[in-house]
């Protein structure tokens, strides 16, 4: 792996690896979807981007390319993996219609196919693919975030009339944050408390009519305007609040629970917790998409930062004999090579995720296959592991992006503003992503069971030790190819090369079990210390807790960028990969050094020459840093950024030459920095 | 310094500390500048904010409070300390404004008065205060960010006409990002290379008249709109380029470089770069108040977020003998607190180094004293890394800020998009960042000499070495109390407590010299490396040179800290702020554990120690957390965060009762998450 790479590579190889299984959705988006219209707005007013969004959406709609997730029976394509990545190439452009689209067709339509039965789909299934039907998804309240479970809305089945009374209790229990509710929403999916025959049945979802065809709000119905935010202007989130509003009985969307009409509840699934995350999880296609499209805004802002980088000037260079240019500079390198490595290796495991996401849902929606539990909690677990990477993976980056442009990078004619400030929120909405990584985390410490559902359970923590070794060894696509690439490792660790890949699969994998073992311990000695308070048991070592869900994340990535070079089959394009893989297996491991020396996996000498070994291969990936960023091919309308155009790199390019007829002594290190305005 | 806290401290101890030498200033902006007028405004078109800032500034500059900083003799207070606090407390309000009035007053009054004579003073002064004549600062340009110093406008004399001849030879020599040009700006001082007698002279400066009386803009000026920006839209940031602009000889500004009628150039300083560095060392005003502004905005965030989450429930707890809210739990401590800890050690820091620029300014320009070069240059480096480190951290901690306040945080009601997106450019304007830490390891390297100023400097390395400890051993304020910690530290390190100050101080000292000394070794050796290019001699260690620079300017942050400990006279608000400090200086140890860990500075145990010191600090801090930021004394009108409104926080408080009552059993790692919207 540290063979010389090859002098060019061709990006189109790059490409091909990366475009995977849904490279004809990728292609026809490239194709079909990058003309003006499409391309990302800045500075317009609220109202005017809610406008223009709209309009989008309808258009979008009119093409047809919505209807990919739908069923064939209703005009869809039954193609689960293709909306989602239909989704991403979306977040390319306006992340605003991102976002709109997704929730029409995402998380409305979504819940309306999964959650509801067959007179929803007939009913309403068309209208939406349609945009005719513009709807919300209304779970999160403005008091309840993170817990949907204890949402305050409540539903109660009245059997006299044989209608739902649905209600919001008290001010904290008003819908908030909902996207297509400002402004557009004629339906919405509301989530609320089920109540019938005076008992509680946890939370299930009812369709709700909230505007009439002239865009009236319903009688009960009170809709207000979450105003303007950070970014995505051009999304109409809002407010909902419903004041006793009375709902037929069709109206539940019925798969997981039924109400007949004397009020009898019945459902597949008898445990109210269990049930209540068996319909959250039909709903993960929502948190893949966020952070697949959070992948591609940040590639966007690579794409701009890399270019830039390699015709701006900053200093003159001692010497006439090279022109120095930003991405010369190793610390430029170190703020952008990294990161452009982690979104080559997150393209790689959100490419797995998603394969993994369509095969399970066409084995149970297609197919009419039973379940497999483990199988949906592990993509659970990865589709929130994979969110909260890709989504902070993109705040740091694209803030490193615009850093690294400068005072151009803060003027919104060059995009990295508006993709700042659209992405922000990406950390928050489909799960916080501290509460996403202690989903991962429980899933690791209980194998996938339920034990710590409970208070008590926290205080069991001792039983799942034996089940650690098990879980963390399931692994990814690639099995067979890591586990030789492990078991080629020679014993003594310090004796291997740190480009080897097997040690650094072996180290990645030996971390999260370390980690998770330590988790386990801590949790097991808290649980058995008299009088300490319950919540603290758990609370002492939340870091720890979450570290182990970083920790495994982290390996999933590795693994899939390691089945990712597997397939590829170009040798020059393979190669570079190899390296770009390398950079990101070996700076994950630098920035975690300090634990890795406090446990011993790493020697301070060793530790000491992974710093240098990143540093060589970032200038051994320097020279085909622009190459890297043409391998995501982004059409140029896309990334909108003036100082792309040809002219100005025409004009770095000619004040490149003026300067070096100029130059005199070396004024690499002069102090003179330009004031603030 | 680890007894136990005292169960409550009164803030208004914690904030007459913090007031420091400029309290009045400070007690005058809170009383005079908090009403509704100043209050930040959000959902402005770009053009209302312009308009509403301009008003705005005309309105400052009535009250008088502007004319801190200039010559008593022409209306103003001498108080370069105390202009530079009042720009400060504009921060925690309308950063258009403080940017705006930091333009008009700091950059281009203070260059009119520090590199201006008399007569620019007598022509100019009185109506810069008065906001009569809005003035610009023109010298960055498209081209040239950082390296001003080979800037490429023009300005040549000519003794026929006794004129100059002012222009921009090509696109890329326009200047950019010019405050009050876009809109407002009706002179500027434009700096540009000086050419006369046929001789280039370097960079000077001249007062240049860009638009009359009605707007126009002036014959042979041409002004663009850089448009809008990430924020700061109440800033008409401007493009200027001159065509063989006529100016009078008198435009010049005069103090350091002259041209008589004849053309002939004199200047008591002989050295073209010394001249350069010493004219941009008068301006050093600027960079100082970006870095106290950066931290005011900071202090407002942590405000917000810290309140918010004290009480903000996520989820509910187990059992019901306690109310979990946000605060509670150990993450969101891990969060919010090391950054609290660090902006109260940036306060003391920043409020030590404009102490020394007022001192030093006013022995210079009050008292008629020689400058002090060493102590000129000390203070320079030490604004530049300051500036560097609170922007750094004002990016970071907003953004963490935002993200603690989950949607609410995105919310352009709840503030925190505005003051993230404001301050984002404060890490680029004044000097890039990285440009700035690279200044400041320039003059750790060289002792405050100009032994690198050529590139046969960098290949002479060798002999600073022996510098070296003289330049590390200079010390902030409390010397003597520090020198008194350190010696006090028992033999052994690893038998001394981790809450230790003098152990701290002496870890930060030694990293500090450890870092340095290997930099320069590194240098030494590629410098002795046959057929090195120049370039890489430098470029191959640019990592470890900012480190140093990272690692000098923490520990000067540590001992003002020490040093403002030192002079709270109230015992338990200097209980409180030890343990602040503890937890500034073990956090960012922690942060650095890698490094420690490989060069023998900390053991695997004693590394594993600090993370659970600093988990137990964040535990004592914790009751605390309201009070810190109460310390910072802000007022309300100042903040404009909806979520901390008291009927927000009553409904809050109300919804925590009401849940309290239903519990069951333990949700704290539910797995559900609220969808995108």
């Known amino acids: 792996m540290t063979a010389t790479l090859p002098t060019t590579v061709d990006p189109a190889r790059l490409q091909e690896v990366l475009d995977g299984r849904w490279a004809h959705v990728r292609r026809d988006a490239r194709e079909q979807l990058s003309g003006p219209g499409y391309a990302p707005v800045h500075g317009e007013s609220v109202e005017e981007a809610r406008e223009r969004v709209t309009r989008l959406t309808a258009e979008l709609a009119a093409t047809g390319r919505v209807s990919l997730g739908f069923p064939v029976e209703y005009g869809g394509q039954a193609d689960a993996g293709g909306s989602v990545t239909a989704i991403e190439m979306l977040a390319h452009g306006d992340l605003s219609l991102m976002v709109k689209a997704g929730v ?11 959650l509801g039965t067959r007179r929803h789909h007939e009913a309403y299934l068309r209208d939406i693919m349609s945009f005719d039907l513009p709807g919300c998804f209304a779970m999160t309240e403005t008091g309840h975030g993170s817990d949907v479970q204890q949402l305050r809305t409540t539903c109660t089945y009245d059997p006299d009339t044989q209608t739902f009374d649905l209600h919001t209790p008290h001010e904290a229990a008003r819908k908030d944050y909902i996207g297509n509710a400002a402004r557009d929403g004629r339906m919405a999916v509301v989530f609320a408390q089920l109540v019938t025959g005076g008992e509680g049945r946890g939370v299930h979802a009812w369709l709700v009519p909230i505007r009439d065809g002239r865009g009236t709000p319903c009688p009960g119905v009170t809709i207000g305007d979450d105003g303007p935010k950070a970014g995505l202007l051009g ?16 109206a539940l969307l019925d798969r997981y629970g039924q109400v007949a009409p004397d009020g009898t509840y019945t459902s597949d699934i008898e445990n109210e917790t269990r049930r209540f995350f068996t319909m959250l999880g039909t709903l993960v296609r929502g948190r893949v998409s966020v952070g697949g499209s959070a992948s591609a805004a940040t590639r966007v802002a690579l794409d701009v930062a890399v270019r830039y980088g390699d015709v701006r000037r900053q200093f003159t260079a001692p010497g006439r004999d090279r022109e120095v240019v930003l991405n010369d500079y190793l610390v430029h390198q170190r703020k952008l090579l990294p990161a452009l490595a982690t979104s080559y290796a997150f393209a790689f495991a959100q490419e797995e995720l998603v394969g993994r996401m369509h095969d399970l849902h066409t084995a149970v929606h297609e ?3 039973e379940v497999d539990e483990a199988a949906q909690r592990e993509l659970e677990s990865r589709a929130a592991g994979l969110k909260a990477a890709q989504t902070w993976h993109a705040t740091r980056t694209i803030q490193t992006c615009r850093e690294a442009c400068g005072g151009a990078g803060y003027l919104a004619e060059n995009r990295l503003p508006q993709l700042r400030a659209d992405t922000d929120v990406f950390t928050t909405f489909e799960g916080d992503n501290t509460v996403l990584l202690q989903l991962v985390a429980k899933g690791l410490l209980t ?3 339920d034990a710590f559902g409970s208070l008590d359970g926290w205080g069991r923590v001792a039983f799942v030790a034996d089940l650690v070794r098990e879980t963390v060894l399931e692994r990814t696509a690639a099995r067979g190819l890591i586990a030789r690439l492990v078991d080629a490792v020679p014993g003594r660790d310090e004796d291997v090369p740190l480009r080897d890949r097997g040690w650094q699969l072996k180290v990645f994998e030996a971390r999260e079990r370390h980690t998770l073992e330590g988790a386990i311990r801590r949790l097991r000695r808290n649980a058995s210390t008299d009088g300490m308070d319950p919540f603290d048991v758990f609370n002492s070592v939340q870091d720890h807790v979450l570290r182990t869900a970083q920790t495994h994340v982290d390996r999933i990535v590795l693994e899939a960028f390691v089945a990712g070079i597997e397939r590829t089959p170009d040798p020059d394009a393979r190669a570079l990969l190899e390296a770009v893989c390398d950079l990101y297996a070996l700076s994950t491991l630098e920035a975690d050094k300090g634990w890795l020396l406090e446990h011993g996996h790493l020697t301070p000498a060793r530790s000491k020459a992974l710093t240098a070994t990143v540093n060589a ?9 622009v190459t890297l960023v043409d391998g995501f091919g982004i059409p140029h309308a896309w990334k909108q950024a003036a100082i792309l155009d040809e002219e100005v790199l025409r004009q770095e ?3 490149r030459e003026d300067t070096a007829g100029r130059t ?3 004024t690499a290190v002069t102090l003179a920095v330009p004031p603030a305005q």
């Open 104 to 114: 029409q067709w995402g998380l409305f339509g979504g819940a309306v196919q999964l």
């Open 367 to 369: 197919r009419g296959e």
């Open 664 to 666: 005199k002594g070396d």
């Open 617 to 625: 291969l970032l200038g051994e990936l320097r020279p085909h840093a």
């Open 447 to 449: 194998g996938y069971r």
């Open 235 to 250: 999304v109409d989130n809002g407010r909902l609040s419903f004041d006793h509003v009375r709902l037929p009985r069709e």
């Open 653 to 655: 390019a000619t004040h």
